[in-house]
């Protein structure tokens, strides 16, 4: 944390503003402020690797000729206090339940790595990643124990790993409590979050670009609108809350559209999708979203039948939206973009391919406090006759 966040941010926006200044096409992009995020306690997730020994266990960082032992983050500064508090009743439990750390050398031992989120309200969702099933009924008859000493402690599963790589969670995800989603923030709905599903690091940082998509939607008023890679829904819910627009969300993890799909049903129902009328006689919203399991850019070669929404809103992983999709937005006709980009180098080539866009509103939002990264909010419009 060495440099002064004032210091970091400026830094951050003037490399952003050099880089994607070319792509206002000789005209003023409009820069709004900055977001600032806490400089503490903004992480709403931490993911340890578990290590140690069965009666000394770590949860932390992985062991180096340094720390054979590995370093416990119990202290670290950017976990909110209620993940913080969860580590000493984790390792406690760890311990009773007698299974071995993994140790990556020897590729032996049974716990892998342990991930704590926490929502605003203090409310968690444990994941416990392990090698193998040995150990599963195990946890399966003493996991309650947890719950004692952490009374907020919502939704818990276990990820089986069984690949000697550094890898953080394997395919197999077994829920263990009731509840399958923890209950994240959102604009125009609650989102849905399970543990095998995406979610924005920084819940104050997440929001604020939520609203922002929704400010430049209220003032384009699509009639139609898509979220490519949507994760849990929130810019689609967002779009659909300042809109009368038939919002699409559009996600690879089937997870994450489960925890949206809960979402858009409490929130009014899934007015799109469902073609069958509610029995119940819930009102149908226009413009709750419904959403597809997909990969985005398969999916939207399949859309040739569909007509051309007015905004599309994309926010890919760090490889961005790669050539195949950003050289079909290019040809698609689509009056406007948002793009929401966790990584510039990926932005930038994506927008080299998308040139008969200009960009006019930026905003940067400082999700990762502490490091070089940041994640970046454009608004982009067609140029006409192009
Ligand atoms: C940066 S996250 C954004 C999620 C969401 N927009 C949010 O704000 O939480 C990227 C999402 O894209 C999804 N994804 C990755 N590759 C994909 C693909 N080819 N097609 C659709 N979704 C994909 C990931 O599962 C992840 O949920």
């Known amino acids: 944390m060495g440099m002064p966040y004032n210091a970091q941010l400026q830094g951050k926006l003037r490399h952003t503003r050099q880089v994607l200044s070319p792509f206002g096409k000789g005209q003023q992009i409009t820069w709004l402020e900055p977001f600032s995020s806490p400089q503490t306690a903004f992480r709403n997730k931490a993911k ?102 952490l009374p907020h402690l919502e939704v818990f599963s276990v990820n089986i790993q069984p690949e000697h790589a550094a890898l953080l969670a394997g395919q197999e995800e077994i829920l263990l409590s009731d509840e399958r989603f923890l209950k994240m923030p959102g604009v125009g709905a609650e989102l849905r979050l399970a543990p095998n599903a995406f979610f924005q690091t920084n819940t104050a940082a997440a929001l604020t670009m939520y609203q922002q998509a929704a400010t430049w939607a209220g003032t384009i008023q699509p009639q139609t609108a898509w979220d490519l890679y949507c994760g849990v829904g929130g810019f689609a819910f967002a779009v659909g809350s300042a809109t009368e627009a038939k919002v699409t969300g559009v996600e690879m993890a089937g997870a994450a559209i489960e925890g949206a799909k809960a979402s858009a049903s409490e929130s009014g129902g899934e007015a799109h999708s469902a073609k069958d009328v509610p029995e119940n006689g819930q009102t149908l919203v226009e413009s709750t979203p419904h959403f597809i399991t997909a990969d985005a850019t398969k999916w939207i070669k399949n859309q040739k039948h569909l007509e051309t929404p007015d905004l599309v809103v994309v926010n890919p992983p760090r490889r ?17 973009v948002i793009y929401s980009s966790c990584y510039q180098p990926t932005l930038v080539s994506d927008l080299q391919r998308m040139r008969s866009y200009r960009l006019k509103d930026a905003r940067l939002i400082d999700m990762f406090p502490h490091t070089r990264h940041v994640e970046t909010v454009v608004l982009m419009s067609k140029v006409k006759g192009k």
């Open 48 to 149: 340890m690797i578990v290590s140690g020994s069965k009666k000394d266990i770590r949860l932390g960082l992985a062991p180096t000729s340094k720390h054979p032992r590995g370093v416990d983050l119990e202290d670290c500064p950017l976990y909110p206090e209620s993940i913080r508090a969860a580590f000493a009743p984790l390792r406690d439990y760890l311990t009773r339940l007698g299974v071995r750390p993994y140790q990556i050398e020897a590729d032996k031992g049974e716990v892998k790595n342990v991930q704590i989120t926490s929502n605003p309200e203090g409310e968690l969702m444990i994941r416990l990643v392990l090698r193998s099933k040995a150990a599963l009924n195990r946890v399966k008859n003493t996991w309650a124990e947890l719950r004692e000493v």
């Open 320 to 336: 961005g939206l790669g050539s195949e999709l950003a050289k079909w937005m290019e040809k698609s006709g689509i009056p406007h």
